[in-house]
């Protein structure tokens, strides 16, 4: 049973700042990568940022410069630090792990999600 736990979200004004954290729990045996992404009603979900096993970070191009992705291994945690924040980052944010409970193989798993609202 791999959990995923995140916190942080909130309402924030436009060009504030919020600092997402998700905690991963569970007898996780391989791990590739670990992410964030959000998602809108009626929307696909879009990865926002990722960082690998090997600390290989990704980013979305409307996030670049703006956003920053870590890790804490130490307390199997990711964070998100997100800056300058604009309206257009209202979204449901969710945690992504992806590896495995097993030493073959590869899942995704999921965090229930953490509402970030950008508004004046």
């Known amino acids: 049973q791999v959990q995923l736990v995140e916190s942080g979200g909130g309402l924030v004004q436009p060009g504030g700042s919020l600092k997402l954290s998700c905690k991963a729990s569970?007898?996780?045996?391989?791990?590739?990568?670990m992410g964030w992404y959000r998602q809108n009603p009626g929307a696909q979900r879009e990865l926002v940022a990722s960082i690998t096993s090997g600390g290989i970070t990704n980013y979305a191009d409307s996030v670049k410069g703006r956003f920053t992705i870590s890790r804490d291994n130490a307390k199997n945690t990711v964070y998100l630090q997100m800056n300058v924040l604009k309206p257009e980052d209202t979204a449901v944010y969710l945690c992504?792990?992806?590896?495995?409970?097993?030493?073959?193989?590869?899942?995704?798993?999921w965090g229930q999600g953490t509402q970030v609202t950008v508004s004046s």
């Open positions: 992504n792990l992806r590896g495995s409970t097993s030493w073959t193989g590869t899942a995704d798993y």
């Open positions: 569970g007898p996780i045996r391989r791990l590739n990568a």
